[in-house]
């Protein structure tokens, strides 16, 4: 079973600050996805990459393959960002069900 | 389009009362999940079909059972209710394996 850690599991930020959530994982992996899960409980994908990084808006996303390990940034945070943001990689050998496996989130609350 | 529908999207039981929750995504998407997400844990994978026609179990899938009505409709039965079956249920859909999954809005269930 691929393993899905997640750091720190909550997090407090002034608006304006950056922040990062990281996300470890135990075995190789195709792609790692990230999810926003909001106040209201909707959850949306917000990335998926393989390697490199990826840009919206002011989240960015990183993946070293290698170390197997992701961030998601977020330059300027604003209250809106408050949410849980979640990783999540697909079992080992690729998963040929298409399903993913989930971190337990990181908590994001940013004050005014 | 709607994207992933579910109902209902609260809902309380009785200890051994059955109930099905009910899923439709407008994507044309063939695989289809379902997802019980539970204080402090990540989201864990219930049932899934690979395409109509198809269903496997899960990570965690005793007390469930589920149906692939068509392309369109995935539902999960529950038929005797147990407090441990208190959670919230995702649905989710993919048009290919290991793209981004679509979630729907979830169902609050509780089992008394």
Known sequence: KNEVEQSPQNLTAQEGEFITINCSYSVGISALHWLQQHPGGGIVSLFMLSSGKKKHGRLIATINIQEKHSSLHITASHPRDSAVYICAVPPPHGGSQGNLIFGKGTKLSVKP | ?112
């Open chain 2, 1 to 112: 389009n709607a994207g992933v529908t579910q109902t209902p999207k609260f809902q309380v039981l009785k200890t051994g009362q059955s109930m099905t929750l009910q899923c439709a995504q407008d994507m044309n998407h063939n695989s289809m999940y379902w997802y019980r997400q539970d204080p402090g844990m990540g989201l864990r994978l219930i049932y899934y079909s690979a395409s109509e026609g198809t269903t496997d179990k899960g990570e965690v899938p005793n007390g469930y059972n589920v149906s692939r009505l068509n392309k369109r409709e995935f539902s999960l039965r529950l038929e005797s209710a147990a407090p441990s079956q208190t959670s919230v249920y995702f649905c989710a859909s993919t048009g290919t394996v290991g793209n981004t999954q679509y979630f729907g809005p979830g169902t609050r269930l509780t089992v008394l």
